[in-house]
């Protein structure tokens, strides 16, 4: 069992600024992933982590508004760039150890 | 391309009440997780199935691999139970999950 640690647990940015979301595992994962659930949607996934190259997206997210860096086998950061009101939503870290899922707490971003 | 599709989308239900929730899911998923989702987004693992059924306190797990077909049973239900339960399909390879829409589940006193 692996318990991930994700902050900030919430905030509130003004338009056009960027946050950066930390997710540290505390034993080492074989993948990462980074999901976004929109107001009344279901979680979405928006790339996969990958230790030390760059993170392989999903269709409809582009690494210049989301870039992801996962320096180890247990650190990952999201970063949702120039915020929009749309970008308003939970933000959460996921980690894989063979068969089981792992999840963090989630980050509840507001964009005003 | 995996699909998920849960029902019932919300239920309330009494105190004590047994509770089922239902998820289909498409080929290419072969295993299912459980997952409760609290009112602040954070997301708690329940169960991994990728056959028969798992046991724990009053949460019950089973799936059907020929029906691609898998249910959550809440026995004795209580208001602490209320939350979002989310079922999600995974390929057991490098992908990430596919999440279901969730189930708002209200348990009053």
């Known amino acids: 069992s692996a318990v991930i640690s994700q902050k900030p647990s919430r905030d509130i940015c003004q338009r056009g600024t960027s946050l950066t979301i930390q997710c540290q595992v505390d034993s080492q994962v074989t993948m990462m992933f980074w999901y976004r659930q929109q107001p009344g949607q279901s979680l979405t996934l928006i790339a996969t982590a990958n230790q030390g190259s760059e993170a392989t997206y999903e269709s409809g997210f582009v690494i210049d508004k989301f870039p992801i860096s996962r320096p180890n086998l247990t650190f990952s950061t999201l970063t949702v760039s120039n915020m929009s009101p749309e970008d308003s939503s939970i933000y959460l870290c996921?980690?894989?150890?063979?068969?089981?899922?792992?999840f963090g707490q989630g980050t509840r971003l507001t964009v005003v | 391309k995996n699909e998920v599709e849960q029902s019932p989308q919300n239920l309330t239900a009494q105190e004590g009440e047994f509770i089922t929730i239902n998820c289909s899911y498409s080929v290419g998923i072969s295993a299912l997780h459980w997952l409760q989702q609290h009112p602040g987004g954070g997301i708690v693992s329940l169960f991994m199935?990728?056959?028969g059924k798992k046991k724990h306190g009053r949460l019950i797990a089973t799936i059907n691999i020929q029906e691609k077909h898998s249910s959550l049973h809440i026995t004795a239900s209580h208001p602490r139970d209320s939350a979002v339960y989310i079922c999600?399909?995974?390929?057991?390879?490098?992908?990430?999950?596919?999440f279901g829409k969730g189930t708002h589940l209200i348990i009053q006193p």
């Open positions: 999600a399909g995974g390929g057991g390879g490098a992908d990430g999950l596919t």
């Open positions: 996921s980690a894989r150890g063979g068969t089981e899922a792992f």
């Open positions: 199935l990728s056959s």
